[in-house]
């Protein structure tokens, strides 16, 4: 059995390993993505005079984990002040005790942020083993007279993929812009619960969302280039040379 080594530089084939190429990025940072928020409790007239936030979520963007450090204490004989004025639950402090050294708390996310990530992630996990079994057809009928017969129905089933794969990388790519926004909020939203009735000012900082952004961008695209990779397939099909046979014989006798 022959095989066409030269199948992959072709238009389709090409284009096929950029899918994959683009396909690993996109999946990779996602996967690898995480963003850590902090916010910062001032107190001026209290034994506490600092409570320090750090909350970081990472893939799969199920929880968020939440840690507290950096309570000074002031005067520990004023201890039963703090527990009139601070949340034992939610803030982690001891009402007989309140010196908070590294606890740490988690908090579920949305169950759509997390969906999305991890939708982002198997589409191109899947784009990449789709990439790889299409090249290996593709250098296989290519060359083989005698498989001539099933090129057809194989074409066809690319066409639909490759439909198929354009409609999905957009959903992806959608929905990974919007569980940005979201995750953003959530994590907002959780600091926000920790905030103690003595902060005289309660101050937060978003962490970098770079990483996801440029995860998107390479999601799109693969939109783009499953897509024009439409195209080509679309040329190999029988119905395509067909008509380009008709439209030859008819301009031939014109």
């Known amino acids: 059995m022959e095989i066409h080594w030269k199948a992959p530089l072709q ?10 190429l683009i396909a690993l990025l996109a999946f990779a940072l996602v996967a690898g993505f995480s963003v850590t928020h902090t916010a910062d409790c001032k107190v001026t007239n209290s034994t506490i005079s600092n409570v320090h936030f750090t909350t970081t979520v990472k893939y799969p963007f199920s929880k968020a984990v939440t840690t507290v450090s950096a309570v000074k204490i002031g005067n520990e004989s004023k201890s039963t002040d ?3 004025h601070t949340d034992p639950i939610k ?15 988690n908090d579920d996310l949305k169950s ?12 191109g996990i899947f784009s990449i ?3 790889i079994i299409a090249l290996i057809v593709y250098m296989l009928t290519t060359a083989n007279a005698q498989m001539e017969w099933v090129v057809n129905y194989l074409v066809i089933s690319d066409v639909i993929f490759h439909v198929a794969w354009t409609l999905c990388w957009f959903i992806a790519s959608i929905e990974w ?3 940005q926004n979201q995750l953003k909020d ?10 103690l009735s003595i902060c005289d000012s309660f101050t937060t900082d ?8 440029i995860a998107d961008v390479f999601g799109f695209t693969s939109v783009i280039l499953w897509a024009i990779n439409i195209y080509w397939v679309i040329l190999d099909t029988s119905f395509y040379l067909q008509w380009r046979a008709q439209r030859h014989s008819t301009l031939d006798d014109n």
């Open 11 to 20: 238009a389709k084939g090409f284009l096929k390993l950029i899918e994959m």
């Open 82 to 84: 703090i527990k009139a």
């Open 91 to 105: 803030a982690h402090i001891d009402p007989i005790n309140p010196s908070i050294s590294n606890n740490s708390t």
């Open 112 to 123: 759509n942020i997390m969906q999305a990530g991890q939708f982002f992630v198997v589409w």
């Open 129 to 131: 083993f789709y990439g």
């Open 177 to 179: 812009a919007v569980a």
């Open 186 to 195: 959530s994590i907002n939203d959780v600091l926000t619960t920790y905030r």
């Open 206 to 213: 978003d962490g970098s969302y770079v990483q996801a952004a």
